[in-house]
Structure formats: C-alpha cells, structure tokens
C-alpha cells in the first residue's frame, strides 16, 4: 500500500477521502531538503496513476523571489520617506521659487507619493505570501470591520460624490487575520471608488449565505462603473496587471491590490468571484466557507 511506504496523515486522508483535484506536496521520506509534487489522476475505470515530481528547485526559487521582493522594498521605504520630508519641506517654506518651480515639485511630490504607495502594496503582497498558514484560533467581527471601512469610503468619496448604500447583517464573525481581511475588503471598495465615474451607486453588503455543508458569508462590492471585459476576468488578480495602464495609473492603482485579496483569500477557506459586465458594472464578492465562519449567532 502506497500509504504503508509515505507515512504522512495528511496524504493518507487524501487519499482516503479521494481528494485529487489539486497536487499535494510533502517532504522527500528518502532525501533530506527534498520536496515533492505528487498528483493523482484516474488511469482507467478503477486505477489511479499517481506522478511524483521534484519540486525543490522551483520552491527555493519561489523563496528567493519572495525574499528578494520583500528586501527591496523594504530597502527603499527609507530614501523615500527622506525624500518626501524635503519636498514637503520646500513646499512648505519656498516662497523663493516661482511657480514654475512649485509645480516641478509638486510632480516630484506626486511620483513619491505613488511610489510610496506601491512600496506599501508590495510590503503587505510578501507579507501575506509568506504567511501561509491559516489562523483558525482568531475570531474576527466581520460586520464592524466592514462598517468601519464604509465610514472611511465616504471620506475617500467626496471628489466622486457616488452614493454608497449598504447592508451589513450585524455579529458575522469569521476566523483568520483582521489585519489582512480589513486588507481585502478595503481593496474591493477602493476599486469600486476608482473605477465608477463621478455620481455613480456603490452597494456593500455583508450577509450569511446557505452552503451545501452548513452556512457561509458573502462580503460583496457592487458598482455600476466601467464594467470588465470578459477576457481580462482570468488574468486581473495576477501581479501588476491593469487592464488601462494609464487610467489605472490616474487612479493610483498599483496593480496589486487583486494579487493581495487572492493571497488573503487562499488562506481564509475563502474565494472571490467576479461578475462583470464590460459597460454596466461589476459585482466582487470574497466567499467564506461554512468552516470560516462562527456558526453560533445564527
Ligand atoms: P489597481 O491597483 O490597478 O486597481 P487591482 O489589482 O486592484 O489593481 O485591479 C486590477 C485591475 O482590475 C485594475 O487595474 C482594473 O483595470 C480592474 N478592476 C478592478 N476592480 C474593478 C472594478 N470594480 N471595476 C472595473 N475594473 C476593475
């Protein structure tokens, strides 16, 4: 039995419970340092074929990615935050410059501030990577969380004027990170606010929804702006992908907000589902699984 030669608990159940649809990996029982890819997939009507792949290489690499990434930015943090204190200081007390000059630095003042931001976005991407284990200990109320982050939305709302309506069912607690679901719920809304036009709807809602296996949560972000076009739907949760790099870039986008909910979600039993209609509007929604969700408020 396969399950006699890898002595790990975790495969056994896999296989006892047939769970084939995504590939497991484990340490090498044979070589230190080793790591190993195995999939399963029906060979015939009653076989399995299983593949075993080394993926040691390919898992450092990602290591030193992430490394490197998370190195860098922290590494420019500092000459930004000095740079960005002597602009504001020539902003501040430079009544020897002209206006040309005051608009140069308010570009330069501009260009910090969005790489500040970017600096940021890569900083909390490498720190929810690296975190990769789910906090099943730590109740977070939902319900005020998204309340607090509506409150701010009409502050970050006032240039648009949109009309920001919600409805949060109260007391929905689920188990993970507040610091990292605050994250993903505000990088839906804060796509909702970039991307409608002036005066557009915005509807958060927060509810219990019925599962096959018990109750789960919906949190979703509905607007009525521009829309995303059917072959861009797959790809927009990826790194630094926009779809209108100059629009996106108008809008301070980074590219990373997307990247950083689909991390938060991988390790909060949750996903997110899109609906959007290029032109009309977009709904995203961040669906917690029955086992996410505290079940005794209901
Ligand atoms: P960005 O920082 O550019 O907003 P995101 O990862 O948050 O990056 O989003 C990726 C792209 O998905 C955006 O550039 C935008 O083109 C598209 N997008 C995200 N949210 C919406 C939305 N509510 N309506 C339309 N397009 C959206």
């Known amino acids: 039995r396969v399950d006699n030669l890898i002595r790990n608990p975790e495969f056994s159940q896999v296989l006892t419970n047939y769970e084939f649809d995504t590939p497991f990996h484990i340490d090498s ?29 390919l898992n450092r690499l990602e290591t030193m990615r992430r490394d490197f990434v998370a190195n860098v930015s922290h590494e420019l943090k500092t000459p930004l935050t000095v740079m960005r204190g002597y602009v504001e200081m ?5 009544d020897d410059f002209d206006e040309h000059w005051m608009n140069v630095f308010g570009t330069i003042e501009g260009q910090v501030t969005r790489m500040d931001r970017l600096v940021e976005q890569l900083l909390i991407l490498s720190k929810v990577e690296n975190n990769s284990t789910y ?19 009409h502050w970050l709302n006032q240039e648009k004027g949109h009309t ?23 990088n839906l809304i804060s796509n909702a606010i970039a991307y409608t036009p002036d005066s ?8 219990f929804v019925k599962q096959s296996n018990g109750v789960g949560v919906k949190f979703s972000v509905k607007d009525d ?3 995303i076009k059917p072959e861009h739907i797959n790809r927009i949760t990826e790194r630094f992908y ?31 589902v899109i609906n959007s209609q290029w032109g009309q509007g977009s709904e995203f929604s961040i669906v917690f699984a029955s086992s996410s969700v505290e079940q005794v408020n209901q």
């Open 225 to 227: 702006g521009t829309g």
């Open 164 to 186: 920001i309506t919600s409805e949060i069912a109260p007391n929905i607690f689920i188990f993970g990170l507040d610091t990292e679901l605050k994250s993903a719920c505000s």
């Open 29 to 57: 029982p044979m070589k230190e340092d080793t790591r190993l890819e195995l999939r399963m997939m029906l060979y015939g009507a009653d076989q399995y074929l299983m593949i075993a792949r080394d993926v040691s290489k």
């Open 200 to 207: 557009g709807n915005i509807g958060v809602s927060l509810q």
């Open 90 to 94: 020539i902003q501040q007390t430079g």
């Open 242 to 272: 926009r779809i209108d790099k100059s629009r996106s870039r108008n809008t301070g986008g980074s590219g990373l907000g997307l990247a950083i909910v689909k991390h938060v979600l991988q390790h909060h039993n949750a996903e997110l």
């Open 135 to 153: 906090d099943d200990t730590h109740l977070v109320n939902l319900s005020e969380l998204v309340e607090g982050l509506i409150k701010d939305s």
